[in-house]
């Protein structure tokens, strides 16, 4: 389902405040509150729409360091593949873990308190983890533009 003009204005208006009543969505999208409520809730129903989520500054939660791992596992059967997505997903610290193309398998993203948390977990969790041949710690020195919103462009 590619979402019309309307949605693309509702999905854009919601990712920069979720928490917008309806009418107001309603009045900046220039429709009336009925038809924008259904709008929303078939665009939920159709997974569009995931979720609604708070966006925290990680750094005032005592998250200071963010780290990106590549990571190469041994072997590429299914099997292993899935073992390793299923222990990976089930870590609190790998806020994110992306299948990837090119000379790695994986990149995962991983969140600290400090230096020396990154390491314990990287050593006494990560490079446990069934599979693993090799792994490339890339530490984030300064976010310069974070993920807050996909682009809601029209389709061509």
Request: proline share 3%; glycine share 4%.
């Amino acid at each position: 389902m590619v979402p019309d003009t309307t949605e693309m204005k509702l999905l854009r208006l919601l990712q920069d405040n979720a928490r917008i009543t309806n009418q107001e969505l309603a009045d900046k999208a220039g429709m009336s509150a009925s038809p924008c409520w259904r709008k929303v809730r078939k665009l939920e129903e159709d997974d569009v729409i995931q979720g609604y989520r708070a966006v925290l500054n990680r750094k005032k939660i005592g998250l200071g360091v963010m780290v990106f791992i590549r990571v190469t596992i041994d072997s590429h059967s299914e099997t292993e593949a899935k073992k390793f997505e299923e222990e990976v997903t089930a870590l609190e610290d790998v806020v994110a873990c992306y299948s990837i193309g090119g000379d790695a398998d994986f990149l995962l993203q991983v969140v600290a308190s400090d230096l020396d948390s990154y390491a314990d977990f990287a050593m006494s969790v990560v490079r446990r983890l069934p599979g693993i041949k090799e792994m490339q710690s890339m530490f984030v020195l300064k976010e310069i533009k974070p993920l807050t919103a996909y682009p809601v462009k029209r389709q061509r």
